[in-house]
Nanobody, 125 residues
């Protein structure tokens, strides 16, 4: 199983970025996908998740600014990030969890089966 996160970069506060997570090696439509981030010196935190049913979840800190979406035909989940703030600066990771298993906790990284390498997002003030 491979997860490839891309789309990070440097953007000014108030700007936008779109991250993509492309997954191979699984039946993508059976999986839930989550985005997490880790800022320097801070613990990893939940950002957003989407179930295979298309139900979405967001952390309070990004709700209304970020949008998660899934494209099963492309085995890709995107995270559209608008109105970015300097505090959004972090390495962003995507992770997947088999949606056919019970016990999914969308905001807990340990609930996921696989995690990819991150992509760095830097928001300047």
């Amino acid at each position: 199983v491979q997860l490839q996160a891309s789309g990070g970069g440097l953007v000014q506060a108030g700007g936008s970025l779109r991250l993509s997570c492309t997954v191979s090696g699984i039946t993508f439509s059976n999986y839930n996908v989550g985005w997490f981030r880790q800022a320097p010196g801070k613990e990893r935190e939940f950002v957003a998740a989407i179930r295979r049913s298309a139900t979405t979840y967001y952390s309070d800190s990004v709700k209304g600014r970020f949008t998660i979406a899934s494209d099963n035909a492309k085995n890709t989940v995107t995270l559209q990030m608008d109105s970015l703030k300097p505090e959004d600066t972090a390495i962003y990771y995507c992770a997947v969890r088999n949606g056919l298993r019970i016990g999914y906790v969308y905001n807990n990284i340990r609930s996921y089966d696989y995690r990819g390498q991150g992509t760095l997002v830097t928001v300047s003030s």
